[in-house]
């Protein structure tokens, strides 16, 4: 009779699931999981593989001779024994290919954000976000403990205002490079100057710029010529255009140093596994040999922006605003039924009224892949355009 009582408690206490879930319902924000096959049919305009290389040889090799070397898994916390030489490896190359001194790996892009910026703030001291920031950074500055201060969106002049009127000791701004819903760029000359003049450190997530933006795909922060600035930190993802996974943290090796004794991310996690860095590094080389790609994957998204009359994209990312959720998610399951592959993004993804079909530009999409995209995406989006509203 106790354990009957314990259940039914246990049960009625998570009886606010279901009024949740009819909310969601009622919004058009449920979401449900879509394994895909391995010989998937789809054309794929929603993965974040915008070079093309999650099947290449040499990535697959890359990780076959570490996974061979090393074993399935990191066995271990980076401090303890989860830290190999091809760690260490990995963590120099992609500090030479982006002008940083140092390189730090976790074991996600999610964990380089929290784990950098928790280290980089706390009580204190003041974070300045921009509102078009990555989950990852929005969710650090909730752990930080430190003041926040929510900029809009590429807005310079609230940054500089809130860095002026500060009271902390201490400043941190935040930004993307290439903002992952938009696929537009961050002002990056312009908040550098801001943070130099009020001694703050710019912090720049980089995931969708790797690969895409910069000489030879080395990011944003590379091609507006700050590589390698002290008062700059760079994070990025493995997981897109290096076609593995994990993160990784760049800029000075003082700043490496004190991740290392106080980033939580990277001292209670495990390691990235050894296949996931032999991936990375073989996805690094052939970005190196091959910087076509780069080249590649924009002129792949001006073909998309064209198709769907959308704006000349800055990056791989061409998004198709069409404001309400249930609209975009009826293109996405035509667009599926008619073999194309695209992004839905709803809230609370993107801001309410801005639901969208988020198109990822990948570099090896050939000529009659495109001629196929354009013909599912015209007829799909002929009566289902929506107007943003104002």
């Known amino acids: 009779m106790g354990t009957e009582r314990a259940g039914g408690a246990a049960c009625d206490a998570l009886s606010w699931l279901d009024d949740v879930e009819r909310e ?195 990011g944003l922060v590379e091609e507006v010529g700050l590589a390698g600035a002290p008062d700059i930190v760079v994070t990025a993802t493995l997981s897109k255009s290096l076609a593995s996974q994990g993160g990784v943290v760049l800029g000075s090796a003082k700043v490496r140093a004190h991740l290392v004794d106080a980033a939580r991310t990277f001292i209670f996690d495990t390691g990235l596994a050894p296949a996931a860095v032999g991936a990375a590094r073989a996805a690094l080389s052939v970005l190196i040999r091959e910087p076509e790609r780069v080249t590649a994957v924009l002129d792949r998204a001006r073909k998309l922006a064209r198709i769907t009359g959308s704006d000349e994209p800055s990056s791989a990312v061409v998004p198709v605003i069409l404001g309400d959720p249930d609209v975009a998610l009826a293109a996405a399951t035509a667009c599926r039924e008619r073999g194309l592959h695209v992004g839905c993004f709803r809230p609370p993804s993107v801001p309410y009224g801005t639901s969208r079909l988020r198109l990822t530009a990948r570099a090896t999409i050939d000529a009659d892949e495109m001629s196929r995209i354009e013909s599912i995406l015209s007829e799909v989006l002929s009566d289902r355009m929506v107007a943003a509203p104002a």
Not at 73 to 86: E, I, Q
């Open 24 to 218: 969601r319902q009622a919004a058009g924000l449920r979401r449900e999981l879509r394994p895909r096959g391995v010989a998937d049919p789809l054309i794929d305009l929603a993965s974040n593989d915008y070079l093309g290389l999650v099947r290449h040889p040499r990535v697959l090799a890359g990780a076959m001779d570490a996974l061979n070397r090393w074993g399935s898994g990191a066995t271990g916390s980076r401090l303890v024994t989860g830290t190999t030489s091809d760690h260490e490896m990995l963590e120099r190359e992609l500090a030479e290919f982006v002008g940083a001194e140092s390189g730090l790996v976790f074991a996600s892009g999610y964990a380089a954000n929290l784990g950098a910026v928790t280290a980089l703030s706390g009580r204190g001291s003041l974070i300045v976000s921009d509102a078009g920031c990555h989950a990852s950074l929005v969710d650090a500055c909730r752990l930080s403990r430190a003041r926040v201060v929510v900029a809009p969106h590429t807005d310079v002049e609230s940054v500089a205002r809130a860095l002026s009127e500060r009271t902390e000791e201490r400043a941190l701004v935040l930004t993307d490079s290439v903002f992952s819903a938009d696929g537009d760029l961050a002002p990056l000359l312009e908040l550098h100057r801001v943070c130099r003049e009020h001694r703050a450190v710019l912090l720049v997530d980089e995931a969708h710029a790797i690969g895409v933006r910069g000489r030879g795909g080395r």
